[in-house]
């Protein structure tokens, strides 16, 4: 019986057996982890992930662990809430940092001059500061 991860190779899928060999499904904590596996498959879900009871987004890395706080994906800066794991957008400020940016409906920083709800805003072109 297995158990653990394992990669079922003529599925292309990632799945996890727990420790009496049962397939998991939707949001599990594995070794102080969280991961989203399929609800009807157990595949393993990576990249930006919507969970819908939740009514949040969020992000799985290539190893099916969900990331948190500030992280640099695609060439673009995101910000995940440290306790709910929620992609954060809108203004917010960055305290070890002593910033305040601002993160589009996408969850990417904005950077350079930019017209949010009807005004001008300037932000450091290299740190996404507001100026």
Not at 1 to 12: C, L, P, R, S
Not at 39 to 62: C, E, L, S
Not at 69 to 76: D, E, V, W
């Amino acid at each position: 019986m297995q158990t653990g991860f394992q990669y079922i190779g003529d599925q292309h899928k990632t799945v996890y057996y727990n420790n009496n060999g049962q397939m998991q499904y939707n949001q599990q904590q594995l070794n102080n982890h969280w991961y989203l596996f399929n609800g009807i498959t157990g595949a393993m879900q990576t990249g930006f992930q919507y969970i819908g009871d939740q009514h949040k987004t969020v992000y799985y890395n290539a190893q099916g662990q969900m990331l948190y706080r500030q992280q640099h994906l695609n060439g673009h800066w995101y910000l995940f809430d440290t306790v709910t794991f929620l992609m954060k957008t809108g203004f917010q400020y960055i305290a070890n940092q002593h910033k305040i940016v601002y993160y589009n409906n996408n969850g990417q920083m904005l950077y350079g001059f930019q017209k949010i709800k009807g005004k001008v805003y300037h932000f450091n072109t290299r740190t996404g500061a507001r100026i």
